[in-house]
T-cell receptor, first 117, second 110 residues
């Protein structure tokens, strides 16, 4: 049981280049999320998905696009990378919230460290 | 929108001392979650609090949810070097998604 797997783990991009970050989960979770983590700012939500074929904007969506074509995969795309997108990116997943069920914790992947020069 | 403030930003303690981090929300929360992130690692879910005034314990860790469901705290008794890392609270608004605090970095000196 791998949980949430992110690829790649590290990447260096030049300004203007594009790339896709892949997130895969094997827990049959409905919900998936992309966060970025910057020093002193905690985790900020970029985009999220509540099910296959659906996506929605989070707190900081500009410059990013996402797709959820399969339930287990959530892709994050950068069409034209900028230095401001240098960050650590985390994917997470969670199951559907149900009344009376306590454990709705997110399962995070190990992260992708992206540097844009 | 919802804001979750966490203090202190950083705490350095001697091994064996206690540690507390506090979380405050600008709005009422349906629940609050706590996560731990080891240096270089990813956030790991610790616990979820749902009820007003709820207190939960995990060994040396004590979690509290305020009566008004707008604040929470995590207290570690007799810290150990294995406790180092960043502790995040995350609040869930009614029917909405998690919003994370900025985290408290804990360093333990042995």
């Amino acid at each position: 049981n791998a949980g949430v797997t992110q690829t790649p783990k590290f990447r260096v991009l030049k300004t203007g280049q594009s790339m896709t970050l892949l997130c895969a989960q094997d827990m049959n979770h409905e919900y998936m999320y992309w966060y970025r983590q910057d020093p002193g700012m905690g985790l900020r939500l970029i985009h999220y998905s509540v099910g296959e074929g659906t996506t929605a904007k989070g707190e900081v969506p500009d410059g990013y696009n996402v797709s959820r074509l399969k339930k287990q995969n959530f892709l994050l795309g950068l069409e034209s990378a900028a230095p401001s997108q240098t960050s650590v990116y985390f994917c997470a997943s969670s199951r559907v919230r149900m009344t009376g069920v306590q454990d709705y914790g997110y399962t995070f992947g190990s992260g992708t460290r992206l540097t844009v020069v | 929108g919802q804001q979750v403030m966490q203090i202190p930003q950083y705490q350095h303690v001697q091994e064996g001392e206690d540690f507390t981090t506090y979380c405050n929300s600008s709005t009422t929360l349906s629940n609050i979650q706590w996560y731990k992130q080891r240096p270089g690692g990813h956030p790991v879910f610790l616990i979820q609090l749902v009820k007003s005034g709820e207190v939960k314990k995990q060994k040396r860790l004590t979690f509290q949810f305020g009566e008004a469901k707008k604040n929470s705290s995590l207290h570690i008794t007799a810290t150990q070097t294995t406790d180092v890392g960043t502790y995040f609270c995350a609040g869930l608004e009614y029917g909405n998604k998690l919003v994370f605090g900025a985290g408290t970095i804990l360093r333990v000196k042995s």
